[in-house]
């Protein structure tokens, strides 16, 4: 499945917490324009997987290459491939104290150093994209939490990435809020971007994916394109965990 | 299945009923709602007619003020003695110096009225170019007070900071251990949670160096072994002294207040920043520190509150404060005798700076609540 082209390039990966092992062995070649949605039980390295490619976690083996960029210690190569990578956290993590617009224009000023107007302007492009310009002016405190997410993701497209990762961006939305935010990431990955996803929405998966991996005890189980990896699971754990999430 | 859909259909709002609004009610629910709290509301009803009256008897409607000396005030001993504090007013204000020569008092009080300037705008919501008034607040006008009231510039001249005294030295204590300590101690907040070791058990060390250290020992260090650090040419006013001890002292009291702010911060703030490619100080500065800073208002204010009122301690090395110069007036010959008037002076004089202080306080915190800045 790999795609000749990649953009990210994981091999031998492994990563310890403590003495715990999280992540064993991990390669995995991401496409450019790919989108990935990885699944898999809680514990199982998925959400620890993707912060390794910003490094918010710091693996102890093997190498990561985003864009060509070999992931080390240099904090100058570490901030050059974290304004690349736009990330989509499970609680928003916005800056409470700042307006939306400040948001979304505080890294592209101060990171990109672009002017106040030109990253404003982009800014007001990028949330009538996600569909919330009038809320530019409030602060996140005072949006609902489907809003929030869009914000969130407007604050990463502003830094123009060229990957975007997210890490279980519904699973702390009401029901009645989750559509909204996937609608805007389908039209995000419609529109090209290279995506890497953390999620358990299956509709979603199956909609977008170029490829699902299943992981669990820090290892990839399988991966597959959306039909094959439905209908066919090769792995008996694979079968064991979609039963659990689709027959309910 | 064939049944018909039900429109919903949404119920008018209404007010709450009458019997729960309006202050007939509150005083019900909340001074007389049990039997208990029927109890307490009319024992300390009690205790205010007990106390109050004879409070104002002596304090207002008894009390002496006309007169230059005291023999008003030994005739009419059932009133306070006013007449003493405004005889005494501009030493307790401004210290021995300046009532020495009342010619040079335009300084002091030119100094207060221009920092009464430059702080009232600061807590009006609607003013312009509040950083820049922030900014000389803090470092134009140090120099300007320095000038001023220290003069030997400009023709001006010098009273000697030792000389200084009374609520004027009060508050350049305060000012100075104020301004200085709260940046020293959000640096040393930050090194209490660096990653690098060194800076890390630095700030550690000082800040429970200085915390377990009474402020009078540290008083007692800076005035008397200060000097010896320094070059025999170097010397420092005893003012200044107190000063960099009240300083030293603060910093460690306002980190751990800072600090207490940085951890409720969600950690989920700086993998945000992280990801957006920010680096260490821009995290710090945009993110982290506003709105641990917000959070560590409350904390912060009261330790400079303690601050100012821990002031009057420099009198054990031999500096004039308010309090000290209010207790050595009501013990000069002229005035003996009337101690409470004196203390009553300065602890009022006191309250109204730190109430001052907290009301601000409590306003900033109010205006910096986004969650509940709703339009």
Redesign the interface.
């Known amino acids: 499945m790999t795609k000749s082209d990649s953009i990210i390039k994981i091999s031998k990966l492994n990563k310890w917490y403590g003495k715990f092992h999280a992540l064993k062995d991990i390669d995995l070649s991401v496409g450019r324009t790919e989108k990935i949605v990885i699944c898999g039980p809680s514990g199982s390295g998925k959400s620890t997987l993707i912060r390794c490619i ?1 490094r ?1 976690e710091v693996h102890q083996e093997g190498s990561i290459q985003v864009d060509g960029i070999e992931l080390t210690d240099d ?1 100058k190569q570490i ?2 491939i ?2 690349d ?3 989509v ?1 499970q ?1 928003f ?5 700042l307006t939306v617009l400040e948001n979304c224009s ?2 592209p000023i ?2 990109r150093k672009k002017s106040k107007v030109e990253a404003e302007e982009m800014a007001m492009q990028l949330l009538e994209k996600v569909r919330i310009p009038d809320q530019a002016d409030k ?4 949006l609902s939490g489907g809003q929030q997410q869009r914000v ?1 993701i407007a ?2 497209l502003c ?1 123009q990435p060229r990957i975007m990762l997210f890490d279980e961006p519904t699973s702390a939305l009401d029901p009645e809020m989750i559509k909204e935010v996937l609608e805007t990431m389908i039209e995000l990955a419609d529109s090209g971007m290279t995506m890497i996803v953390v999620t358990h929405e299956m509709g979603f998966a199956n909609r977008v994916a170029d490829r699902i991996i299943f992981m669990d005890e820090g290892q990839i189980v399988e991966q597959n394109d959306p039909e094959s990896f439905f209908k066919n699971p090769e792995s008996d754990r694979t079968k064991l965990f979609l039963s659990q999430i689709l027959d309910h | 299945m064939t049944m018909n859909t039900v429109k919903f259909e949404k119920l008018p709002d209404r007010l709450p009923p009458v019997n729960t609004v309006g202050w007939v009610a509150w005083i019900k629910q909340n001074l007389f709602g049990s039997v208990s709290n029927t109890i307490i509301t009319l024992l300390f009803f009690y205790l205010i007619f007990l106390y109050i009256p004879p409070f104002l008897e002596w304090a207002v409607f008894n009390a002496n003020i006309s007169g230059n000396d005291r023999t008003i005030c030994d005739e009419n001993r059932s009133g306070a003695c006013w007449t003493f504090v405004k005889v005494r007013i501009e030493q307790l204000l401004f210290g021995l110096y300046f009532a020495k020569n009342p010619d040079q008092m335009w300084r002091p009080i030119m100094a207060f009225i221009i920092f009464a300037g430059l702080l009232t705008p600061l807590a009006i919501d609607r003013t312009p170019y509040k950083k820049w008034l922030l900014l000389i607040l803090l470092v134009a006008y140090p120099i300007f007070f320095i000038s001023t009231v220290g003069g030997g510039v400009f023709g001006i001249p010098k009273s000697d900071a030792s000389e200084w005294g009374g609520l004027l030295l009060t508050f350049a204590l305060a000012f100075v251990g104020i301004v200085l300590a709260l940046p020293l101690g959000i640096l040393l907040a930050l090194g209490r949670r660096s990653k690098m070791p060194v800076v890390r058990s630095f700030s550690i060390i000082y800040i429970e160096f200085w915390r377990g250290t009474p402020l009078i020992t540290i008083l007692f260090m800076a005035s008397v072994m200060l000097p010896l650090f320094f070059p025999s040419g170097v010397e420092f006013d005893k003012v200044v002294r107190a000063m960099i001890g009240i300083t030293l002292f603060q910093s460690a009291y306002t980190a751990e207040a800072v600090r207490g702010g940085l951890q409720a911060i969600d950690k989920g703030q700086t993998e945000a920043s992280m990801a957006l490619g920010m680096g260490y100080w821009q995290q710090t500065i945009f993110i982290i520190l506003p709105q641990a800073l917000r959070i560590s208002i409350p904390s912060i204010v009261n330790t400079f509150i303690a601050l100012f009122k821990d002031t009057s301690l420099v009198s054990i090395i031999g500096l004039l404060d308010l309090l000290k110069i209010a207790q050595n007036s009501s013990r000069s010959l002229d005035w003996n005798g009337y101690d409470i008037e004196a203390y009553m002076f300065a602890g009022l004089v006191f309250w109204i700076f730190c109430f001052g202080m907290s009301i601000y306080s409590q306003k900033l915190e109010r205006k910096l609540d986004t969650d509940r800045n709703v339009e």
């Open positions: 910003n918010l904090i901030t050059e974290r304004s990578v736009g990330m956290f609680h993590n916005l800056f409470p104290h505080l890294a101060w990171v602060y996140p405190g005072q969130a604050r990463a830094m």
